[in-house]
């Protein structure tokens, strides 16, 4: 569902599930490092950013992104991929709103929730922070999803491990740093964390690897 940068000039996000048929097939055409080329076909949209995860129930498609962005996000989606609703995890106090942040180490960070999971990102060093915040900006709106989507923010959380669709309508999602799991349910347009299962450290058995 995630696609590679398209080439001569190519989307940068597609925003609304788009069918791919032979007049416009050469418009959605990606090229690899290697120089190969993605042709993808049926049915396409963007998420965000790094999907590395999906799981299928009923009729709802869940997709787990946690790419470099402050955001980990499980998006749900129809067969026909619209957007139905979106948890958004975020390691320390999750921000409701867009915020835009100057980094410690010199760059410009702009995120917003509830839109489709990119970070404005600015490397501009020499510059003052008020400068970095505003191009963080700036760089946000040229990339996202111009349609938010309802979007559950969750402190605190990790979703950097895993995903399972599970029986009754549950979803399951894990995250190493948070060291729990979250039993999620979707109702209409709204996620519920049903609960949170507080995972205990043991060190890897000697075995696991042969």
């Known amino acids: 569902m995630g696609m590679a940068r398209a080439e ?23 090229i690899l490092p290697t120089g190969r080329k993605v042709t993808p076909v049926g049915r396409i949209v963007s998420t965000p950013n790094f999907p590395t995860n999906v799981a299928v129930s009923g009729r709802r498609v869940a997709v787990l992104a946690n790419g470099s962005t402050p955001w980990q996000t499980l998006t749900w989606y129809t067969p026909a991929l619209n957007r139905v609703a979106r ?69 605190h959380a990790d979703l950097f491990q895993g995903l399972v669709a599970g029986p009754h309508g549950v979803w399951y999602a894990s995250g190493g740093a948070s060291d729990q799991i979250l039993a999620l349910h979707l109702r209409g347009r709204r996620v519920e964390v049903i609960r949170r299962y507080a995972l205990r450290w043991q060190p890897f058995p000697k075995t696991q690897y042969p």
């Open 87 to 155: 948890l958004a995890a975020f390691s320390g106090v999750a921000p409701p709103r867009r915020v835009a942040l100057a980094t410690p180490g010199g760059s410009g960070l702009a995120i917003d929730p509830r839109r489709n999971g990119p970070a404005g990102v600015v490397y501009t060093t020499n510059q003052p922070a008020r400068v970095r915040r505003e191009e963080a900006l700036e760089t946000l709106r040229a990339e996202e999803n111009p349609t938010p989507v309802p979007t559950r923010t969750l402190s």
């Open 8 to 30: 001569r000039p190519g989307p940068g996000i597609v925003p609304r599930p788009v069918r791919i048929r032979q007049r416009n097939r050469a418009f959605f055409v990606g």
